[in-house]
């Protein structure tokens, strides 16, 4: 057996004593009012509508109608819009083109008792107003007043399309505009009058400006093209905004779900408590069943809690925070019984090793060895299921979703959210459970087996 010095314990339980510490309290300076975060914890997890409370609904066309791609990603932008003009910003909308649903998620709006979902879920789903206006009159609030409230020049009806794409003269994005024949008609009338003054035409959706080109000339032709120092993103953001006011439909609410924030909190710490006391009474059962190898699974299972919360709250930087939800915490539970069976597959192994015989070195390094298939096997077969679950229930633009797309496009993404935590913590936990409860925990029962006073039989189950 090749041997691991004494050190190697105590290196491994410093390792995982710091990411323990860090990763539930995170590290961060607070200077009068100012937080500055270097390592996020535990209190920086941002936790799902299920937990802080919000709204969770499905919108469809009517019945009947058999909406476009384009249809329902300019939806998906008119919705983004008034999300943000309610000033609801912390949302999830995903578009599920197969299924012609977009899936809506935001939370309770935070120290309003009076919040009224129904409400808002009407507002997003209705018909979209968009409007051209004369010049750029706007009030405090934002909204048109003077000769741009009185002076319409188009709306939704008169738009046929409108496209983002790249002007061939300049490289630069543009978005093109094609218009009805009425709308033509209109448009040409009102860019003859500004022409010569270089006056500009707003266009609003509901009463929120979103652009405001100039007229250089007078465009007779019905198709027009508004420039500016846009992105690709901003011109096909602009390009779905003026769709979206051109939609033949209303969204109908298909079906949505509400939760308080009292009962979303308390039942996140109910679950809390049982995943603190579950893991109280493991350790103690490990301890009592297992001795000495009991005690190194309960510092790896740590380990595990650890790099889990680690892995949700962003406290590596190149991941992005993850949002938890209950079911994700108990795939963190279900996860941690996972590693509590891999410590018990490796205890079992190496006490029947020394029943059959074998010296503490040969037992310790032929059980983990012989307890690993076993490990890796079952392991496997959960990582597989968790990731299926993930591409399953996962946004469409998730990683997972697009590599099981081929599978799941003819079913449509069901993008619920709940489900696709509850496959990411497990599948965490799991990848976890090899490196804490198989490699750490190896190294640790070695180093220790090393020691005079450890190297007792009856320390890993054997006769006494």
């Known amino acids: 057996m090749k041997r691991v ?32 975060v270097y390592i996020k914890g535990g209190n920086d997890i941002r936790w799902g509508i299920d937990v802080r409370g919000g709204v969770d609904v499905t919108f469809t066309p009517p019945e009947g109608v058999d909406a476009t791609d384009t249809q329902m990603t300019a939806a998906e932008s ?25 899936i809506v998620r935001f939370p309770w709006k935070e120290d309003e008792e009076d919040f009224d979902p129904e409400k808002a879920i009407e507002e997003l789903g209705a018909t979209a107003e968009l409007t051209f206006r004369e010049g750029i009159e706007i009030d405090d609030e934002g909204k048109p007043t003077g000769t741009t409230l009185e002076n319409v020049i188009l709306n939704g009806n008169d738009v046929d399309e409108a496209v983002a794409g790249i002007d ?5 994005y543009i978005v093109s505009l094609e218009l009805t024949s009425t709308g033509a008609q209109k448009f040409a009338d009102a860019t003859g009058k500004l022409a010569a003054s270089k006056g500009q035409i707003s266009i609003w959706m509901d009463d929120t400006l979103i652009s405001a080109p100039s007229v250089n000339e007078k465009i007779p032709s019905g198709k027009a093209m508004i420039s ?48 603190v006391i579950a893991f109280i009474l493991i350790c103690i ?30 406290y590596f930087p190149p991941f992005p925070s993850f949002t938890l939800t209950l079911p994700g915490i108990a795939g963190i539970i279900l996860a941690i019984g996972i590693g509590v069976d891999a410590n018990v597959i490796t205890a079992e192994r190496i ?19 012989r307890a690993f298939s076993a490990i890796f096997d079952g392991n496997i077969t959960i990582i597989i299921t ?79």
Do not use: H
């Open 5 to 36: 010095g004494k050190p190697v314990f105590f290196i491994v339980v410093l390792l995982i004593a710091f990411l323990t510490v860090t990763s539930f309290f995170g590290i961060s300076n607070t200077y009068g009012d100012l937080r500055t």
């Open 78 to 102: 008119v919705i983004k819009q008034r999300l943000i003009s309610l000033n609801i910003t912390d949302s999830e909308v995903y578009t599920d083109t197969a299924k012609d649903r977009i």
């Open 168 to 172: 061939q003269n300049t490289n630069k």
């Open 228 to 275: 500016g120092n846009f992105t690709s993103e901003e011109a096909q953001s602009l390009a779905n905004k003026i769709n979206s006011g051109a939609l033949p439909f209303k969204l109908q609410t298909e079906n949505f779900s509400t939760i308080n924030p009292t009962l979303g909190l308390g039942a996140r710490d109910a679950m809390v408590l049982a995943g």
């Open 285 to 314: 059962f490990m301890v009592i069943m297992y001795k000495l190898p009991g005690v190194v699974a309960c510092i790896a299972l740590l380990g595990q809690v650890a790099g889990t919360i680690a892995a949700i709250s962003g």
């Open 351 to 369: 006490k029947e090793e020394i029943k059959a015989g074998r010296t503490l070195d040969g037992a310790i390094s032929t059980g983990y060895s």
């Open 386 to 464: 968790a990731l299926v679950l993930m591409g399953a229930f996962g946004a469409p633009t998730s990683m997972m979703a697009k590599l099981f797309s081929p599978i799941f496009s003819w079913l449509g993404s069901s993008t619920a959210g709940a489900i696709y935590s509850f496959g990411y913590t497990l599948v965490v936990g799991v990848v976890l459970n090899f490196l804490f409860g198989v490699l750490s925990t190896k190294l640790m029962t070695k180093s220790l087996s090393q020691f005079k006073a450890f190297r007792k039989p009856k320390l890993y189950g054997g006769a006494k």
